[in-house]
């Protein structure tokens, strides 16, 4: 089964902290992406990655940078963390060989007071 | 720019009853359109994957169809169960050279009453 984990299920930050979020996947899989989930307002793409060390933006990538140093690991990271950025974030992955399957992290909820 | 929308916002029935859920999409020129289910507090599961040259797709008692020139999916649930109590969520594909980016509607959260 391909598994798509997230560091945590829960986060509390303050206003202006630096975050982490990191998304590991198991299946040698090319492309993962990070979506946020707002109530009303579905997935957003905020960026995703097609290769080690290669990033496009997505539809929302104010405040937002990502990492890709591993083919497995695609991390999420918010420079200044604001408290519209309390959301669910989800962190996806798909093959190149089956470019229309993607995989899904169970999610992290963000809350920044 | 392509938009999704998910018609109701919520939906609540008895159990046993036949239902569907209907998605719109502002630009008809998608590569394919799925459904996924979304359990509380966890990540997606796709349900059903139409590409643009199909019609219908069906997997259990559920069905899926497409009318690309109208921008319209629906998704059809034969004899609902409190199992299928959850949130669907509609997304179409728009295929770029590398990966395959998604646009997502709101969702519908279904609660199926026993």
């Known amino acids: 089964d391909v598994k798509v984990t997230q560091s945590s299920r829960y986060l509390v930050k303050r206003t202006g902290e630096k975050v982490f979020l990191e998304c590991v996947q198991d299946?040698?899989?090319?492309?993962m992406f990070w979506y946020r989930q707002d109530p009303g307002l579905g997935l957003r793409l905020i960026y995703f990655s097609y290769d080690v060390k290669m990033k496009e933006k997505g539809d929302i990538p104010e405040g937002y940078s990502v990492s890709r140093e591993k083919k497995e690991r695609f991390s999420l990271i918010l420079e200044s963390a604001s408290t519209n950025q309390t959301s669910m974030y989800l962190c996806?992955?798909?093959?190149?060989?089956?470019?229309?399957?993607?995989?899904f992290g169970p999610g992290t909820r963000l809350t920044v007071t | 720019k392509q938009e999704v929308t998910q018609i109701p916002a919520a939906l609540s029935v008895p159990e046993g009853e036949n239902l569907v859920l209907n998605c719109s999409f502002t630009d008809s020129a998608i590569y394919n359109l799925q459904w996924f289910r979304q359990d509380p507090g966890k990540g997606l599961t796709s349900l059903l994957l139409i590409q643009s040259s199909q019609r219908e797709q069906t997997s259990g008692r559920l069905n899926a169809s497409l009318d690309k020139s109208s921008g319209r999916s629906t998704l059809y649930i034969a004899a609902s169960q409190p199992g299928d109590s959850a949130t669907y969520l509609c997304?179409?594909?728009?295929?770029?050279?590398?990966?395959?980016?998604?646009?997502f509607g709101a969702g519908t959260i279904l609660r199926v009453k026993s």
């Open positions: 997304a179409v594909s728009r295929l770029r050279e590398y990966g395959n980016k998604l646009v």
């Open positions: 299946m040698d899989h090319e492309n």
């Open positions: 996806a992955s798909s093959s190149d060989r089956n470019l229309y399957e993607q995989y």
